[in-house]
């Protein structure tokens, strides 16, 4: 973290152009942000720039219009939360690669400029240098407050730097500053949780894990497989076939480091979705049965061993969370997790959409040490990957 790029707290900006790459790339629903939650974390850094006198060009993405089509992936629809955020107007620039643009905003009395989905044009995610310079010549300096794109090698992210004075924002600093007491400044023992649905998207995460954890706590559908692999019945449950092999390897791994692998011995199990479950354990699962969730028991060994932990890794909900039936798992977890840390007994660190997002329902992200909204970024880095978005940022 140390060999970035940064912008000094005495450096003069005044007067200064800054093309500010952000994540908004935010849930949309008829035309409104429903969740407000990456703009409002940028506040205080637009703020604290904005006071030094810059004008400020905010550059985002949108979902994925090159292959899902323009239509709804509009920046315009996040411009009016925006407005509502920060107390300005703000300008929306549709069409601003041309010479014009920079001279317009320098002489413009606003202060907060808005482009159109960068991923309108195809040249930002070929890296195409000669849009990326375009993207530089509107601006003086370029900072990156999006870790969550910046494993993304695009012209915004990568390109721009080659032609435009270059940091690392905030944003950054801070998630590195996080992520690093999982491995270098940690107080032992500690604890990873995992769950979401595949092995496979997991699997370089685990295993680059479990090498410096003493607890991985295996959770959501994931978990299946590993039920499957000690000759239980799962019903109709959700698993990846023929992961055999990578679930021996995750245990042998574990077991050769020290590190107690923790499954679900009872679960929460329903024949559909609309229906409340049942706590079943392993050997009472029927061919007609899904598992949602994980049991009474399996929840009071994960609290044990949370109650264990001095540091404490969340990615990927331990069930079907968004749905009220089958969220007591994740609620309780969150919960838990919030009360140690307040009481300063734990440094508790969570990642991914849908973790934040279950986090968020029980009400537990104000007791979080860190909360990351980088998805790919945030488990790329954990998997020990170079990110581009990073290296180009270097000194």
Not at 190 to 217: A, E, P, Q
Not at 336 to 347: A, D, E, F, G, M
Not at 348 to 374: N, R, W
């Amino acid at each position: 973290m140390n060999n970035l790029n940064t912008l000094s707290s005495n450096e003069d900006i005044k007067d200064k152009i800054i093309f500010l790459r952000v994540d908004f790339n935010i849930p949309i629903k008829d035309g409104k942000v429903i969740d407000d939650t990456k703009i409002v974390k940028m506040k205080d850094i637009i703020s604290k720039l904005l006071s030094k006198k810059t004008k400020i060009i905010l550059c985002s993405h949108l979902g994925r219009p090159q292959k899902n089509g323009k239509e709804e992936l509009s920046l315009k629809q996040v411009k009016t939360k925006l407005e509502d955020i920060f107390k300005k107007d703000i300008v929306f620039l549709n069409n601003y690669l041309n010479n014009e643009t920079k001279n317009n905003i320098r002489q413009s009395d606003k202060e907060l400029f808005l482009l159109e989905n960068i991923r309108f044009y195809k040249e930002e995610e070929k890296n195409d240098l000669k849009f990326a310079q375009q993207l530089a010549n509107l601006a003086d300096i370029y900072i990156n407050e999006a870790f969550s794109c910046s494993h993304r090698a695009h012209a915004s992210v990568t390109g721009i730097t080659k032609f435009i004075k270059s940091y690392a924002g905030e944003t950054i600093f801070n998630e590195l500053n996080s992520l690093e007491k999982i491995f270098n400044k940690s107080n032992k023992p500690i604890t990873c949780i995992i769950g979401g649905s595949k092995i496979s998207t997991k699997i370089d995460l685990i295993s680059n894990l479990i090498k410096k954890v003493d607890f991985m706590i295996i959770g959501g559908a994931m978990a299946n497989n590993f039920i499957k692999y000690n000759n239980f019945k799962i019903g109709k449950s959700l698993f990846e076939p023929n992961k055999e092999e990578t679930i021996k390897e995750i245990i042998s791994v574990a077991q050769k480091n020290n590190c107690k692998l923790i499954i679900p011995k009872d679960v929460i199990v329903s024949t559909n979705e609309n229906t409340a479950g049942k706590n079943k354990n392993l050997s009472e699962i029927e061919s007609d049965d899904i598992i949602f969730d994980i049991g009474v028991n399996t929840l009071k060994n994960i609290s044990e061993t949370i109650n264990l932990s001095k540091t404490l890794l969340w990615n990927g909900p331990l069930g079907f969370f968004e749905n009220d039936f089958f969220a007591n798992g994740s609620n309780e977890v969150a919960k838990l997790i919030k009360i140690n840390t307040q009481k300063k007994l734990l440094t508790s660190i969570a990642g991914g959409g849908d973790t934040a997002a279950a986090i968020k329902k029980a009400k537990a992200e104000d007791g979080f040490s860190y909360i990351s909204t980088a998805g790919g970024a945030f488990l790329e880095w954990l998997e020990g990957k170079i990110l581009p978005g990073l290296k180009v940022l270097e000194k």
